[in-house]
């Protein structure tokens, strides 16, 4: 029914090629976030599953029936956007009701799907209101709703909450999370925002110029980036990056060097002695120890603290290493810690990632 089959799909705007070829299979009642930064690509993508937008090049099936030329209102899609764009004159209950007015269906089942669209998403006591008497948030479910009640065998999301405030922005997340969970429909839901592709996708699809980049689970994605792009897009805060250089290999065992850290060992797959690597390491992956190397029980470098940031339950800490970009590493809790401190960080050898010089992870779990 649900199932969405992207295969070989391209896009120009003339001369400009935005989407680079992309094969993906989206099962029933799954839900996918496409994320990627400003321009990757993901709306046009989106707007092609929608028909909004022409193929050059490819094929788009949704429940197995190929709709790449289909006009909208005939692949069983409902899109909701970020701009809600509701009618002002109309009340909630019309608003939700419109488009099925006009498909002609009968009053009743008009009524009916008005109204259980209103109870899942809470809006039950709000249908006589127009829309200049809601809130953001209440707002966007009437979009949500409109999308409802046309019962699409997939929704299709662009950037729903990015018009929202941040606790609003939570509280929708949630709604759209129970939302799938009791209608079961397939979602396609676009976002930049990396928390919201976490926390509500099955599988996110990492777009970055026009390009899928990987594609799996969330916490896959966290634990075994495919690639540099991904590894710094999925994580907050963002992945530290460290030059290096692969001293020597001696039975699979690359010894590791970047400047100011204590060398290290690790199985890297195709590692050469002298190439140059990145090394990946995720702020929560770092901890402080004293500022004796002695302490050590891990490859540490020592730092100088720049700025301590605390937010009661986790504590931010920059560090500058004397040379190349800061440093951030997050620890629970809160400590002692002042500007200009010296102190150790420490990681574990096997929680760093190593990054060829195409930026193609040498660490990454083969999937
Ligand atoms: N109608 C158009 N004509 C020409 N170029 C376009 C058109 N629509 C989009 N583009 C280009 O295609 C690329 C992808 O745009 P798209 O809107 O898909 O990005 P996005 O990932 O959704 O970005 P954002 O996060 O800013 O919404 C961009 O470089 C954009 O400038
Ligand atoms: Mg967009």
Same mark, same amino acid.
């Given at each position: 029914?649900?199932?969405?089959?992207?295969?070989?799909?391209?896009?120009?705007?003339?001369?400009?090629?935005?989407?680079?070829?992309?094969?993906?299979?989206?099962?029933?009642?799954?839900?996918?976030?496409?994320?990627?930064?400003?321009?990757?690509?993901?709306?046009?993508?989106?707007?092609?599953?929608?028909?909004?937008?022409?193929?050059?090049?490819?094929?788009?099936?949704?429940?197995?029936?190929?709709?790449?030329?289909?006009?909208?209102?005939?692949?069983?899609?409902?899109?909701?956007?970020?701009?809600?764009?509701?009618?002002?004159?109309?009340?909630?209950?019309?608003?939700?009701?419109?488009?099925?007015?006009?498909?002609?269906?009968?009053?009743?089942?008009?009524?009916?799907?008005?109204?259980?669209?209103?109870?899942?998403?809470?809006?039950?006591?709000?249908?006589?209101?127009?829309?200049?008497?809601?809130?953001?948030?209440?707002?966007?479910?009437?979009?949500?709703?409109?999308?409802?009640?046309?019962?699409?065998?997939?929704?299709?999301?662009?950037?729903?909450?990015?018009?929202?405030?941040?606790?609003?922005?939570?509280?929708?997340?949630?709604?759209?999370?129970?939302?799938?969970?009791?209608?079961?429909?397939?979602?396609?839901?676009?976002?930049?925002?990396?928390?919201?592709?976490?926390?509500?996708?099955?599988?996110?699809?990492?777009?970055?110029?026009?390009?899928?980049?990987?594609?799996?689970?969330?916490?896959?994605?966290?634990?075994?980036?495919?690639?540099?792009?991904?590894?710094?897009?999925?994580?907050?805060?963002?992945?530290?990056?460290?030059?290096?250089?692969?001293?020597?290999?001696?039975?699979?065992?690359?010894?590791?060097?970047?400047?100011?850290?204590?060398?290290?060992?690790?199985?890297?797959?195709?590692?050469?002695?002298?190439?140059?690597?990145?090394?990946?390491?995720?702020?929560?992956?770092?901890?402080?120890?004293?500022?004796? &190397?002695?302490?050590?029980?891990?490859?540490?470098?020592?730092?100088?603290?720049?700025?301590?940031?605390?937010?009661?339950?986790?504590?931010?800490?920059?560090?500058?290493?004397?040379?190349?970009?800061?440093?951030?590493?997050?620890?629970?809790?809160?400590?002692?810690? &002042?500007?200009?401190?010296?102190?150790?960080?420490?990681?574990?050898?096997?929680?760093?990632?190593?990054?060829?010089?195409?930026?193609?992870?040498?660490?990454?779990?083969?999937?």
């Amino acid at each position: 029914m649900g199932e969405v089959r992207l295969s070989g799909v391209r896009k120009s705007f003339g001369p400009v090629s935005v989407i680079e070829g992309i094969d993906l299979d989206i099962a029933e009642g799954e839900f996918v976030a496409f994320v990627g930064p400003s321009g990757s690509g993901k709306s046009t993508l989106l707007r092609m599953i929608a028909g909004l937008e022409t193929v050059s090049a490819g094929d788009i099936l949704i429940g197995g029936q190929n709709v790449t030329f289909a006009e909208p209102g005939d692949r069983g899609i409902a899109m909701v956007f970020q701009s809600y764009a509701l009618y002002p004159h109309m009340n909630v209950f019309e608003n939700i009701a419109f488009n099925l007015r006009l498909s002609r269906l009968p009053r009743p089942e008009v009524e009916a799907r008005v109204r259980d669209a209103a109870r899942i998403l809470r809006l039950d006591a709000l249908l006589d209101r127009s829309p200049a008497q809601l809130s953001g948030g209440q707002r966007q479910r009437v979009a949500i709703g409109r999308a409802i009640v046309r019962k699409p065998r997939v929704f299709l999301f662009d950037e729903p909450l990015s018009n929202l405030d941040a606790a609003l922005r939570v509280q929708m997340r949630l709604e759209i999370e129970r939302l799938h969970r009791e209608l079961g429909t397939t979602m396609i839901y676009v976002t930049h925002d990396q928390v919201e592709a976490m926390t509500l996708a099955d599988r996110i699809v990492a777009l970055d110029q026009g390009r899928v980049q990987q594609v799996g689970p969330p916490l896959e994605m966290y634990a075994h980036p495919a690639n540099r792009f991904v590894a710094g897009f999925i994580g907050s805060p963002t992945m530290n990056f460290l030059p290096a250089r692969v001293a020597a290999v001696t039975d699979g065992q690359a010894r590791l060097e970047a400047t100011g850290m204590t060398p290290f060992h690790r199985p890297l797959a195709g590692a050469r002695a002298g190439d140059s690597v990145t090394l990946g390491i995720r702020p929560e992956a770092l901890r402080l120890g004293p500022a004796d &190397a002695a302490g050590d029980d891990g490859p540490a470098l020592q730092a100088r603290v720049e700025t301590v940031e605390r937010l009661g339950n986790i504590t931010f800490v920059y560090l500058d290493p004397g040379a190349g970009d800061l440093l951030t590493l997050q620890i629970m809790g809160d400590l002692a810690l &002042a500007n200009g401190d010296t102190v150790r960080a420490i990681a574990d050898a096997d929680s760093i990632h190593v990054f060829d010089d195409k930026g193609r992870s040498m660490t990454a779990a083969p999937t």
